[in-house]
C-alpha cells in the first residue's frame, strides 16, 4: 500500500503541474484525477488498485510532457525545466497518445538560414582594378606576351557607361618592341583614339624605354596596355590576330570594350 501512496502522489503531482501549464483546450485535469482515484480505490484488492494506479500515473507523466512542449512553444513560456528523477515505465499509453507525442517532436525541426552574397559597391569595383593594374609590373624583358603585341593594330572602342555610352570609336595601336644591347625592352609606340566626327582626342606615343605595356601576374593570356595617363586597357592575347578587353578610366572605372585586328 505504501507503494500505491507513492503513485496517486505521483498522480496529484503531475495533475497539478498540468493545472499551471493547461491551455483553453486541455481536459480539465481536476476532473480527471478525481475520476482516477475513485476508479483505483474500488478495485477489488491492492493488486489490482495498483496496476490501475500505474495506468493513470503513466498517463499523467505523457499528458505532463506534452502540456510542456506546448507551453516552450509559447513566445512568453520560461526557461524553467522540471526535475524528474524516475519514470516508471508506461506500458499503458495508448497508440494515439504516442501518435500526438510525434506529431509534436516532429514539428521541432531546425530553420535553415542561408549565407546571402556580400554585394560589391561599384566603388569597390573600381578600386580593385586600379590596385591591380597599379601592382602590375612594367615589361622590361622580350617574354611571349610582348612578342605577341608587335606589330600594327585597328580596332574599335565602344563605350558602355556615362555620357558617351553607345558611341564607338576608332582604335588604332602601333608597337614595336625591341632588346638594346639585350639587357633593356625599348619602343616606338603609338596608340591613337578618335572620336566619330574624326577627332583625336587621345594620343599616347613614345619612343624608349617601355612604359606601355604591363604584364599580369601568373597570367600568359593578358597584358594591360595603357592608351592615355592613367587610363589602361586588359586585353585578352589569346588569338594574336584578334585581341579584345576592357576599359578602364584612371579610377579604375570601367567604360566599355575594346577590340582590336592586327594589320601586319
Known sequence: MKTLGVLLLGVLIGVGIMASLRDDKTPAPQEWAEAGVVKIQTQGDSAAQLKAAEEYYGKAVVLFLASLVREQQRPEATLAEPIIKE???????????????AAVASSQQPVKVEAQPVAVSPADKALNHLITHRKS?????????VRKMRGNFEGRFKW??????????????????????????????????TDPNGKQYSRSTGN??????????????????????????????????RMSGPYYDQGGNYLGKVEIWRKN
Request: glycine share 8%; aromatic share 4%; charged share 25%.
Open 87 to 101: 519514470i516508471p515505465p508506461q506500458e499503458s499509453i495508448t497508440p494515439s497518445e504516442s501518435a500526438a507525442l
Open 137 to 145: 609590373p612594367v615589361a622590361d624583358k622580350m617574354t611571349p606576351q
Open 160 to 193: 558602355e557607361t556615362g555620357k558617351n555610352k553607345g558611341r564607338i570609336d576608332q582604335v588604332a595601336m602601333d608597337m614595336n618592341f625591341y632588346m638594346e644591347d639585350g639587357k633593356k625592352l625599348m619602343g616606338i609606340i603609338s596608340i591613337i583614339l
Open 208 to 241: 624608349g624605354e617601355n612604359q606601355t605595356l604591363r604584364l599580369v601576374p601568373g597570367r600568359k593570356d593578358q597584358v594591360y596596355v595603357e592608351p592615355a595617363p592613367g587610363d589602361f586597357i586588359l586585353l585578352d592575347i589569346r588569338n594574336t590576330n
